[in-house]
């Protein structure tokens, strides 16, 4: 799975819009480029993916550059539940019977998002 | 109707002694996940099961034994627990092959004194 790079910290207005971005430059053509978060005290949650087409769904929005080497993922309306670590991982989709990558999500250290007042 | 349920969310226990955790989901999903999230935060995959068979074995002490009765279950078994296996874990489950999307389960505290 190519590597990615976040800024360690961010913080946003309560109401404004968070974009948080990723640097995944070794990124490969079948791979997905997917964001999770973790509320303190809670379990990963799945926000989003996207292979090379902007996405949104009723969580957040993605945006890939076109050459696919970086990535934001933009919460338009930011709340204080929105505070979090939100984790950019990218790999292939698909299960690979056999593969020491199959279904294996790996964790970077991820941006720490504070949505304050 | 929680998706990922894990049992108990909280364990104490001493050193040398044997635990289990377990990790139960309604999903219908056919791969789950054993995941360790230790004190600096960092979330590492531990094991993966798929239809019951093990996918997954990532250089995790055989003091760690993970059991999947059926598709729905994933128990994980420690023996003579360490100090160094005081950590977070986390059961998920995913549908294999496709997106794989990973849904997780709030986590089990594991304290060992």
């Keep these: ?117 | 109707d929680t998706a990922v349920s894990q049992t108990p969310k909280y364990l104490v226990t001493q050193m040398g002694n044997d635990k289990s955790i377990k990790c139960e989901q309604n999903l219908g999903h056919d791969t789950m996940y054993w995941y360790k999230q230790d004190s600096k935060k960092f979330l590492k995959i531990m094991f993966s099961y798929n239809n019951k068979e093990l996918i997954i074995n990532e250089t995790v002490p055989n003091r760690f034994s993970p059991k999947s009765p059926d598709k729905a279950h994933l128990n994980l078994h420690i023996n003579s627990l360490e100090l160094g296996d005081s950590a977070v874990y986390f059961c998920a489950s995913s549908q294999a092959g496709g997106l794989n999307i990973q849904y997780f389960g709030a986590g089990t505290r594991l304290s060992v004194l």
Aim: hydrophobic share 30%; charged share 15%.
């Design chain 1, 1 to 117: 799975d190519a590597k990615t790079t976040q800024p360690p910290s961010m913080d946003c207005a309560e109401g404004r819009a968070a974009n948080l971005p990723c640097n995944h430059s070794t990124i490969s053509g079948n791979e997905y480029v997917y964001w999770y978060r973790q509320i303190h005290s809670q379990g990963p949650q799945y926000i989003i993916h996207g292979l090379k087409n902007n996405e949104t769904n009723e969580m957040a929005s993605l945006i890939i550059t076109e050459d696919r080497k970086s990535s934001t993922l933009i919460l338009p309306h930011a709340t204080l539940r929105d505070t979090a670590v939100y984790y950019c991982i990218v790999r292939v989709a698909g299960s690979n019977a056999g593969g020491t990558s199959y279904g294996k999500l790996t964790f970077g250290q991820g941006t720490i998002l504070t949505v304050h007042p």
